[in-house]
């Protein structure tokens, strides 16, 4: 980690514009999966008809689900890997500034969202950190007992709501023997699709907003993006003192 603040906080902002690339990406793919689950779906009552596709578009279908499939995947794997280097980065400049204090390690800040279990409190925990922190010039010790930003905590929620019905998704496609069952799984897969495409346009928004309050972390905290919240803020944590 760099020592002198404006280099992290460019390091920082390099691997956030990176980040928001792989997001965008993705998103692109999650909504062409959508666009081809529509497609799909139109075409089940002609086959439950007994209408039957030519060989070559059947192929041509097949190909072009797989080929989205695997780009989604890179782009998804892409994203993770850069997501997870831009918290290493933007959770490590929180020592450089106010009190030089995290509640977590950035090396665990990235490592709770390997652990089972455990990652579905301790990886929100560690964004809610960063956010406050980031949003607040990192002026108190402790942000415990402080509410996180309403945008945050429903990202986290789409989030494992998306990862959650992607599996229901995969047991229904696999068990899925007639018309109707083929239906009802394609549906549950295009809101799946719909709420990947909302978990990504704000975990964008995550990207952005904490990238921009550490980018004014060598301003003046009234002059920081943050300063309108942090008078509530502390109103909100002053309680805790008495």
């Known amino acids: ?59 041509a279908i097949a190909a072009r689900d797989r080929v989205i499939g695997v780009l989604k995947l890179l782009a998804f794997t892409g994203a993770a890997i850069a997501w997870l280097v831009w918290l290493h980065r933007t959770y490590g400049n929180l020592v450089l ?9 950035r090396g ?25 922190r980031s949003d607040s010039l990192n002026d108190r010790d402790a942000y415990d007992s402080l509410p996180a930003p309403a945008f945050l ?26 018309p109707l069952e083929l239906i009802n799984a394609i549906d549950m897969g295009m809101l799946v699709n719909a709420i990947g495409l909302v978990a990504g346009v704000l975990a964008i928004k995550v ?16 002059q920081h993006p943050g300063a309108a919240t942090q008078g509530g803020a502390r109103a909100s944590a002053s309680p805790q003192t008495h």
């Open 1 to 59: 980690m760099p020592d002198d603040l404006s280099t992290a906080r460019r390091a920082g902002h390099a691997v956030a514009r990176w980040t928001i690339c792989l997001l965008l990406a993705f998103l692109a793919l999650e909504a062409a999966t959508l666009v081809s689950g529509f497609s799909h779906r139109a075409l089940l009552p002609r086959l439950a008809a007994g209408v039957t596709l030519l060989p070559h578009a059947a192929a």
């Open 108 to 132: 665990w800040a990235v490592a709770y969202w390997f652990i089972p279990l455990v990652n579905l409190v301790r990886s929100f925990q560690v964004m809610k950190d960063l956010w406050l």
């Open 207 to 222: 990207v952005l907003e904490i990238d921009r309050r550490q980018q004014c972390f060598e301003v003046s905290p009234a």
């Open 97 to 105: 500034v106010g009190s030089k204090r995290a509640r977590f390690t």
């Open 153 to 178: 905590t429903g990202w986290w929620g789409m989030s494992l709501t998306w990862a959650a019905l992607g599996r229901l998704v995969r047991f229904m496609e696999r068990d899925a023997r007639t």
